[in-house]
């Protein structure tokens, strides 16, 4: 483990040079890795243990469009393809990853197979964190641990066939056994960690719950919204609007943040957008302070994650979310970004 100095304060960070992946297979030897769950998350982290040695198997309710990706996948039923309880009686790691809500209401079922010395793993921390509303308490005599992939489940799979990582946090609930830590590493390496970094339940769910309501998704969908309405309203066209508003943040400037910084980003742009730029940023942060405060709040008070778990456990909720992301799919903004996104060279025939 590696002690880093990120702006002034010091972190653990493990990387795959301290932590190679020869000594996470030789951890993770004689365990049985049970996935459960097989949607967002569950492939990527499952094909890529696969691909590095582990012994895994899968839990997903058959008949579902889970089950039969996982088939497709290459999964085996009744040998590496099993029902949700049978895996995790099988497995000696129960690697929860079913949705928050699911999670909450096969726990009853799950929870008997939890038997001494086995291992519970989560990739975030919510049903742990707000158990008095999931009922999630798991038994003393397991060890209770978490890697975060911090991306997509698809993007943790691309990632690792490209020779790459995504980065992940690792948690330790409870050390039943004196081989929690081990276990979280060697599984956060097998996964296809880029590098670890240290956190906690609570920590880990604040932070991404903040994250995904903030800046990853919430407030990037609704600030473009905002600044391309705006501009419609003023009488710019649609394409001059969402090539201002998304095509070139997308395109051009966040991977120049991505590559280097913010700073090096605003050097590389003219110098009207750096002082536009860097006045604009203030009255921004300043206005949407008020909102993040809010926002963590109803996170860390339990708000947030009760309207989570009431509105995933109401059974139309697939079909209430088709139509709010239909509502965005096919408003002009997104239509003309789908036209937009023909014209790139990269969609244009040779």
Aim: glycine share 10%; hydrophobic share 35%.
């Amino acid at each position: 483990m590696s002690k880093m100095n990120f702006g002034g304060t010091e972190e653990t960070v493990i990387t795959r040079d301290e932590f190679p992946l020869s000594k996470a297979q030789e951890i993770l030897k004689d365990e049985i890795v049970a996935v459960l769950g097989y949607g967002v998350q569950g492939p990527g982290q499952a094909l890529n243990m696969r691909d590095n040695g582990v012994k895994v198997i899968i839990g997903q309710r058959k008949g579902s469009p889970s089950y039969e990706k996982a088939l497709k996948d290459g999964w085996v039923e009744g040998v590496t393809l099993f029902d949700l309880e049978e895996a995790a009686e099988k497995g000696t790691i129960v690697m929860y990853l079913l949705s928050d809500a699911a999670q909450k209401i096969m726990w009853d079922k799950i929870k008997p197979h939890l038997t001494k010395g086995k291992a519970l793993y989560f990739s975030h921390g919510f049903s742990i964190v707000y158990r008095d509303q999931t009922g999630v308490i798991p038994p003393e005599d397991i060890d209770v641990i978490l890697v975060g992939p911090k991306g997509p489940g698809g993007k943790v799979r691309t990632l690792f066939l490209e020779g790459k990582g995504v980065n992940s946090s690792y948690a330790i609930h409870q050390d039943a056994t004196g081989h929690a830590l081990d276990r979280a590493l060697a599984l956060g390496i097998t996964v296809g960690s880029g590098f670890l970094f240290e956190t906690s339940f609570e920590k880990e769910v604040l932070s991404d719950l903040t994250g995904e309501r903030g800046v990853l998704m919430g407030a990037m969908a609704g600030i473009m919204e905002a600044q391309y309405n705006l501009l419609r309203k003023k009488g710019h066209s649609p394409s001059e609007a969402f090539n201002e508003t998304v095509e070139e943040a997308t395109q051009s400037l966040i991977p120049l943040i991505g590559e280097k910084g913010m700073d090096w980003m605003f050097a590389n742009c003219s110098t009207t957008a750096q002082r536009g730029a860097l006045d604009w940023r203030h009255r921004f942060r300043k206005a949407v302070e008020p909102v993040f405060e809010d926002l963590y709040e109803r996170v860390k008070n339990g708000t947030e994650t009760a309207i989570v778990l009431e509105a995933n456990s109401d059974i139309d909720y697939r079909n209430k979310l088709e139509k709010e992301l239909s509502e965005m799919r096919n408003s002009e903004m997104w239509q003309t970004g789908e036209q937009v996104r023909r014209l790139r060279p990269e969609n244009q025939k040779q």
